[in-house]
């Protein structure tokens, strides 16, 4: 079955690049998604990529998607402890019927 | 602000219960999802309904039911709370067309706590 799966916990110092990753399964999927949650707070997307795309900048976001390997990450240069959150993955696909599928999330902590 | 709302934003009750929690979209949105988040389950996709209709199920236990009203909103009822139902649950909503980005925009979480 369809799965999206990220490592719970990542720690930087802040100044340092941040590297959030994800793996999924479903070959077939048409969009990839990075969201983060704030503290008491609900999701918010941060940025999405085509599948058809191998990178996508915004600023101190980086997104970059390898198909073959089924892997996305996030980077997050100079990263700042307004950055600390969690950050979820997600894919859409149409396999099984038109869906979203969510990681469970990385916590990332940023030190001072 | 995303649009959508949730309410009650805190629920406290007692094992056995039952609560309903509310959901209205953002304007335009068809579909609506629940999910639970828990610190030791992370985030779990519950149900999505599209226009109505029960689209697709994820985790979600059979004493939870939902559904999607003509207006649209939802509302997520959960019975015979158990201590283990304690958690953050969210609805989120979405444009819900197939074959293009289906962004979620999501409400600030109803958060329930079984006594």
């Known amino acids: 079955g369809e799965d999206v799966e990220q490592s719970l916990f990542l720690s930087v110092r802040e100044g340092d690049s941040s590297v959030i990753n994800c793996t999924y399964t479903d070959s077939s999927s048409t969009y990839l998604y990075w969201y983060k949650q704030e503290p008491g707070a609900g999701l918010q997307l941060l940025t999405y990529i085509f599948s058809n795309m191998d990178m996508k900048q915004d600023q101190r976001l980086t997104v970059l998607l390898n198909k073959k390997d089924k892997h996305l990450s996030l980077r997050i240069a100079d990263t700042q402890t307004g950055d600390s959150a969690i950050y979820f993955c997600?894919?859409?696909?149409?396999?099984?019927?038109?869906?979203?599928?969510f990681g469970a999330g990385t916590r990332l902590f940023v030190k001072a | 602000d995303s649009g959508v709302t949730q309410t009650p934003k805190h629920l406290i009750t007692a094992t056995g219960q039952r609560v309903t929690l509310r959901c209205s979209p953002r304007s335009g949105d068809l579909s609506v999802y629940w999910y639970q988040q828990s610190l030791d389950q992370g985030l779990q996709f519950l149900i999505q309904y599209y226009n109505g209709e029960e689209r697709a199920k994820g985790n979600i236990l059979e004493r939870f039911s939902a559904q999607q009203f003509p207006d649209l909103h939802s509302e997520l009822n959960l019975s015979s709370l158990e201590l283990g139902d304690s958690a953050l649950y969210f609805c989120?909503?979405?444009?819900?067309?197939?074959?293009?980005?289906?962004?979620?925009?999501f409400g600030p979480g109803t958060r329930l706590t079984v006594l």
């Open positions: 997600a894919e859409t696909t149409d396999t099984g019927g038109f869906k979203t599928i």
């Open positions: 989120a909503s979405s444009v819900g067309f197939a074959g293009g980005n289906n962004e979620q925009f």
